[in-house]
């Protein structure tokens, strides 16, 4: 009987799990419509004889095809997650346009197809309230609620609903907020409830709490032009002049599925290149040009600003906005495609005071964190880093196109890549213009008479307008309550005096002008909080300075042509949060002594007894303070450039422990987190044993020693009378940076594999006499290892009948080699780096071999692949040969290696 049927596929799907309705889904759909056969056929008789399908599968949607193979790649990750019973909730996230919905229709549409659960479809964005969304379920349900006014009553009713339903998938689409599941019905707490979510943001699939989270991206290149011009279609015939346009128009709408589809979709049959070329034109000049771009995409995006989080609202300039808004609309100002380091933008958050009332620097920093992460959660911006890995974001060409669309007449920005040769004109610069930013071009001068009207204006930035070199005094006349002003990096070797006349201004930013040596008086400047004047030429603090009683920035690092400061001049700024000071300027300790407030401070004093009288003096005040210090009289050496100091630095210059009083002094610094040593000198030669310095050497994560002639190795186990080892391990099991430059009597490190197990980064050059790197580690230590259970420091294996040790070095990324003319051995030991990306290797003509790990890859016959991370290796083009001579342990490794190489 087709009864027993049914219930014998019941019994097999219950043993099997969730996933198994999936493989028996065509059985199933058999005796399905074996059922529909009976039930015409049953027309002739008097009555039903069977009722077999309980409730409502759902119908198919309507929907695009997939492009691109991440799209393929999310549908197979999202129906391999169904197979796992443990995965009850999906979240599927991204930002707005870029394809969520369209991917969760396709499994929709899959569920449907392939079992025979009921499936819910709610589009929760157009459902303004619990209730309407409960009647949205249980219309999909296909059962009616009362008109019962509690919700509790109601989600008990749906809970019914489902609970009857063995088995059920509901898609909750375009959800903003954190929805109270339990009103929904608890549809996780039904057996064999299955949810999935589509959000614009990270924060809504955790507080869901989404098992599996997965972000749908952009479209490659070739995606997207594959997209436009299947939205085109076959009718739309293209000549290769009109093809070369459609692929421009395509890049602007920068991999964005709905933009790519709205622009496709107006340029449909068109034929005349002329057209084309127009339509390009204007979508360059503003992506939101079109009238179906305006309708469509502006609306989609702007619905992610404008259901920001509503707290913290503020009026700017007669508008109204959440602190999470401005900071959006701030990074509005930069160039496109600009990667913004995080750092540098949470400094303009707090410059501009969108950043709340936060007493200290480190509270403002961490809200401007937050509020970064926020605003990648919900994808109107995007994580990326820049060519030194530092943290950036950036924003999306159509979102920031939505972004100026809503400042406009607000704003002027015109930036960018050296486009603009000179200033807008003047007609261009309104009364109603609030923030201007004309950053990045090539702006040469600024006309001599010019007076922009603009008494509204808060913000300008003129930076990186590396030849401009000249202001006039009509310039700032007419912008009265001007409050931020950003002449970094540009080429101006003085400043009008009327400058001095904009009693408004809290920032005054003059970073690297390397012509500026005389700056105004800016004693009328009360209201100024930030001044920076780091690598100007200026030989003096400018006059008028001391009356800047609220100042809380001086930054002044860099500035080496000054040689001084006024006797108690720190002292007229009480509220100082962050202080810079020259090198050649030996730090006033006395004064900064006093300064309560003081957050982070970066100079230089002459000796390790004034450091550890610094370290004493801040250790007594409630603020924590970071610190970028220079120990030592003032030399040739120069620091970089410091702009923030969020960590711990100490450089020691030319400290010489052959004196008695440096030798047996101490550093009280605790929890020192970069090290650097310059040009010093040791009684006995090896770094550890010369300078016990710190309470806490665990700490450490950078260290680097540079031209110490004097230092024969970093460390070396050695025994006392007791017979106790030293455990010099714990000096750099933190350690991620190791770098060590022109140590003339190195021969090797003396640092083993086992102590190095946190390093990411290894350095080392012009080293003359070194012919080791890592030293294999001791027995003593290798048992240590081995019974402490740290067998991925140390890795024996027997392979082809050859007994190895493999050191692992867990963490490593990168490798630095230069200029080491003796040098034979990297490690006797082959080292494990299964994270390596780059190794960099010149002028080691001794070195013949190179031991890394080839993984071995066992199917069906043993062969060996690349390291798996490994992206380049960096040779010099005259030193092929060289290369060519290495030794390998298989003769299959040159070759696996021969892609990855790079010439330089």
């Known amino acids: 009987m087709i009864e027993d049927e049914f219930l014998e596929l019941e019994n097999q799907v219950q043993s099997q799990g969730y996933f198994s309705r999936v493989r028996t889904g065509d059985r199933e759909a058999k005796l399905n419509q074996r059922v529909v056969e009976l039930l015409d056929r049953s027309q002739n008789f008097g009555e039903l004889l069977l009722d077999v399908v309980d409730g409502k599968r759902g119908q198919e949607l309507l929907t695009k095809r997939l ?95 489902l609970s009857q339903r063995r088995n059920f998938f509901m898609i909750l689409d375009d959800v903003w907020g954190n929805i109270d599941l339990e009103k929904l019905g608890d549809p996780l707490g039904v057996e064999g409830g299955r949810l ?60 964005l599925p709905l933009g790519i589809i709205t622009v496709a979709g107006g340029m449909r049959g068109e ?3 002329r057209v084309w070329r127009d339509a390009l034109v204007e979508l360059k000049e503003s992506v939101m040009g079109q009238h179906e771009m305006e309708d469509k995409v502006f609306k989609v995006l702007k619905y992610s600003f404008d259901r920001l989080d509503p707290g913290h609202i503020r009026q700017e300039k007669s508008t109204w906005y959440t602190e999470l808004q401005l900071c959006f609309l701030y990074c509005s100002l930069y160039p ?19 950043v709340g009332q936060r007493k200290r620097v480190k509270e403002q920093v961490d809200k401007g964190h937050s509020i970064l992460n926020k605003l990648v959660n919900v994808c109107l911006l995007e994580r990326t880093c820049d060519y030194e890995d530092e943290d950036c974001v950036k924003m999306h060409d159509l979102v920031r196109a939505m972004a100026l669309r809503i400042t406009e007449g607000k704003s002027m920005v015109k930036v960018g890549y050296k486009s603009l040769k000179r200033i807008p004109n003047e007609r261009k610069w309104t009364n109603d213009l609030d ?24 913000t300008l930035r003129l930076d990186w307008n590396q030849n401009l070199q000249v202001i006039p005094e009509s310039f700032f006349s007419r912008m009265d309550n001007l409050s931020t002003l950003d002449l970094s990096h540009t080429g101006i070797n003085e400043l009008p005096n009327s400058l001095s006349g904009l009693e408004t201004m ?102 390790r007894c004034d450091f550890n009288r610094f370290i004493q003096s801040q250790q007594r005040k409630e603020v924590g303070v970071f610190y970028s210090i220079f120990v030592g009289k003032q030399a040739a050496y120069k620091t970089t450039n410091v702009k923030w100091v969020d960590y711990t630095k100490v450089v020691l210059y030319k400290i010489d422990l052959n004196k008695e009083e440096e030798r047996s002094m101490t550093m009280l610094a605790r929890d020192i987190q970069h ?117 991925n420091n140390i890795v024996p294996s027997i392979l082809n009948g050859r007994s190895h040790i493999y050191h692992s070095f867990p963490k490593l990324k990168k490798i630095w080699l230069y200029k080491l003319p003796k040098l034979k051995s990297i490690c006797k030991a082959t080292i494990k780096c299964i994270n390596i990306e780059e190794i960099t290797l010149r002028g080691c003509p001794l070195l013949n071999e190179v031991p890394l790990y080839f993984p071995v890859v066992d199917d069906g016959q043993t062969y060996y692949s690349a390291p798996p991370s490994l992206r380049e290796i960096n040779i010099l083009q005259r030193e092929k040969e060289w290369w060519e001579s290495m030794v390998w342990e298989h003769p299959s490794h040159t070759l696996l290696l021969q892609p990855l190489l790079r010439f330089r």
């Not at 006014?149 to 109601?154: N, T, W």
Request: charged share 30%; with cysteine.
């Open 67 to 161: 492009i691109g193979k991440a799209f393929e790649k999310n549908v197979e990750i999202i129906w391999e997650r169904l197979a796992n019973d443990e995965v009850k909730s999906i979240g599927v996230y991204g930002m707005g346009g870029v394809g969520k919905t369209t991917l969760t229709k396709h499994i929709h549409n899959k569920l449907v197809r392939e079992m025979q659960d009921s499936v819910v479809w709610v589009t929760v964005s157009h459902v303004r309230n619990i209730s309407k969304l409960q009647d949205e379920i249980a219309r999909s349900l296909d059962i009616l609620l009362s008109d019962e006014d509690s919700e509790d009553k109601r989600a008990s009713s749906l809970y019914g609903a």
């Open 196 to 255: 999935m979510i589509t959000t614009r943001s990270l924060e809504v699939c955790r507080r869901i709490g989404c098992r599996e989270v997965i972000e749908v991206k952009i479209l490659s290149e070739d995606e997207a032009w594959e997209l436009f011009r299947e939205t085109l279609g076959q009718e739309t015939a293209l000549s290769h002049p009109i093809q070369h346009v459609a692929k421009s128009m395509a890049e602007v709408c920068d991999g």
């Open 271 to 273: 034929t005349d290149v």
């Open 336 to 354: 496109e495609d600009y990667r913004i380091e995080r750092k540098e933008l949470i400094g303009r958050f707090i410059l501009e005071e969108l």
């Open 435 to 458: 923030k201007v930013s004309l950053m990045r071009n090539n702006i040469v001068e600024i006309p001599d008479g010019i007076s922009p009207n603009c008494a509204n204006m808060s």
């Open 506 to 607: 809290k920032a005054l930013i003059l970073e690297g002008c390397s012509n500026l040596v005389n700056v105004p008086y800016l004693g009328k400047m009360k209201a100024l909080k930030q001044l920076d004047l780091s690598w100007t030429r200026i030989r003096e603090l400018p006059p008028g300075v001391e009356k800047l009683v609220n100042l809380k920035w001086l930054l002044m690092g860099g500035a080496f042509e000054m040689e001084m400061l006024p006797k108690g001049i720190l002292l007229n700024f009480p509220y100082l949060q962050r202080l810079h000071i020259p090198d050649k300027i030996e730090a006033p300790l006395d004064e900064l002594e006093r300064l309560d407030e003081l957050e982070e401070f970066s100079g230089r004093v002459k000796s």
């Open 675 to 791: 090290l650097e040593f310059v040009c010093c000198e040791c009684v006995s030669g090896c770094l550890v044993d010369d300078f016990p310095l710190l309470d806490n050497p665990k700490s450490i994560q950078t260290l680097e020693i540079k031209w110490c002639e004097g230092i024969e190795c970093i460390t070396r186990n050695h025994e006392h009378a007791i017979g106790d080892v030293v455990p010099s391990q714990a000096i750099f099991s933190y350690l991620k940076k190791l770098s060590v430059v022109g140590c003339n009597k190195m021969k090797k490190l003396g640092v083993s594999a086992s102590q190095l197990s946190n390093l990411e980064q290894l350095s080392i050059e012009n080293c003359v006499e070194i012919e080791e790197i890592v030293t294999r580690s001791s027995e003593k230590e290798e048992e240590e290892d081995e019974e402490e259970g740290h067998m």
